[in-house]
């Protein structure tokens, strides 16, 4: 659904792309890197949450090394998002509202948001 929605809005893909280490944990790879004809470029990390467990644990080091990533880009990484979807989630309205924001310093740049809110904006070139 997300490849499609981002060609729709105009963007070109790469799938499964290296954008550099991950904090203390080698190297990191984003699930898609969208790039609009302004030149922007957005790194896209999806999770699925099919029933509940440990996946939520997993979204605040998300976010950081997401922001880091962009951190570390000199300027060649604009923003990232990361996408949750599937019926598991018990926190994800709490992350969808910037809940993990004030536990955190310099996470601006990433942006947490639905499947269904992500696939719309994608569909229109919104990002």
């Known amino acids: 659904m997300v490849i499609p929605s981002l060609a729709k809005g105009g963007y070109s893909v790469r799938k499964s792309v290296n954008v550099g280490r991950r904090l203390g944990d080698g190297k990191h790879v984003v699930d898609v890197i969208a790039s609009d004809s302004a030149g922007r470029v957005f790194l896209v990390s999806l999770k699925w949450q099919q029933t509940s ?3 939520e644990q997993k979204v605040p080091f998300e976010i950081m090394s ?4 962009i951190r570390s880009s000199a300027g060649r ?3 990232a998002y990361l996408v949750l979807g599937g019926p598991g989630w018990k926190l994800r ?3 969808v509202a910037d809940g993990v924001g004030p536990f955190m310093k310099n996470v601006e740049t990433v942006v947490v948001m639905r499947l269904e809110e992500f696939i719309g904006k ?3 070139g919104q990002l």
């Open 53 to 55: 467990g440990t996946t």
């Open 66 to 69: 997401l922001a880091d990533a």
């Open 77 to 79: 990484f604009h923003k």
């Open 93 to 95: 309205d709490f992350f």
């Open 122 to 124: 994608a569909n229109k």
